[in-house]
């Protein structure tokens, strides 16, 4: 398995940890920095609060009169300082919570596209499965964890039998160029020959194609691996089309 073993044959856990760190820094930066600039706001208004009221109760000490608008703005402050800096604490949990919460919903959602895909590289290619671990509480299956980890599985595996297969397809393609990337729609259609031709013992080629990769600049600015999963998903669909 050429792209689970560079993983560790572990099931999505070191591409989960890796993606999910970068991610989980990127996501956490704007909203920490949001959330640290209320606070700062915050503790700057309670303060000058602070100050105002200090000078309001030394100038009443001294026998002295405060114009009334100047407390009641000191008191306005200080009752708006204060939801502001709980505001600021809680902000970036909140947001990174939410962000999460989308990246689960997302992975569960993306999960079931490539299964077509899936389904006929893992019955050509059975010892490509990674190992099923974690699985054996219920609640695993929507657990974030169990859902990451299925969703990378499953993106590694339908990545090991491309690579896998894909000196079968330089022998469909061998009239084409065999340096330029398959088109989803073009692998499509080689694909399940391809696969019979496996299947059926047939020589293959020392030279492979790119099958389903990234375009030139696609995915500059986002994660790599997400642009990966899109041409995987559209080879998918590709193939499911053309049943």
Do not use: N
Request: charged letters at 25%.
């Amino acid at each position: 398995m050429v792209f689970g073993q560079l993983c560790g044959d572990v099931p999505g856990r070191a591409v989960e940890e890796d993606s999910g760190v970068d991610e989980g820094a990127r996501l956490a930066s704007r909203p920490l920095a949001t959330g640290l600039r209320m606070v700062a706001a915050a503790l700057a208004g309670m303060v000058l609060a602070s100050a105002v009221r200090e000078c309001v109760t030394l100038v009443r000490l001294l026998g002295g009169g405060v114009p009334h608008p100047v407390v009641t703005d000191a008191k306005l402050l200080l009752d708006l300082a204060i939801p502001l800096f709980v505001a600021g604490v809680v902000y970036p949990g909140l947001v990174t919570r939410w962000a999460s919460i989308r990246l689960w919903w997302h992975h569960g959602r993306v999960y079931h596209r490539p299964a077509p895909l899936w389904e006929a590289l893992h019955l050509a290619f059975p010892e490509d499965a990674l190992k099923r671990t974690g699985g054996g509480r219920r609640w695993d299956v929507l657990s974030p964890r169990g859902v990451h980890r299925r969703y990378y599985r499953r993106v590694i595996e339908c990545r090991d039998g491309l690579v896998r297969i894909s000196p079968y397809l330089a022998l469909e393609a061998a009239t084409a160029d065999a340096e330029a990337p398959l088109t989803p729609e073009v692998a499509a259609r080689q694909l399940r020959t391809a696969l019979r031709g496996y299947a059926s013992g047939e020589d293959a080629p020392s030279q492979a194609v790119p099958v389903a990769l990234p375009g030139e600049g696609e995915g500059e600015g986002e994660d790599r691996l997400e642009s990966d999963v899109r041409q995987v998903i559209r080879l998918s669909e590709a193939l499911t089309a053309q049943c």
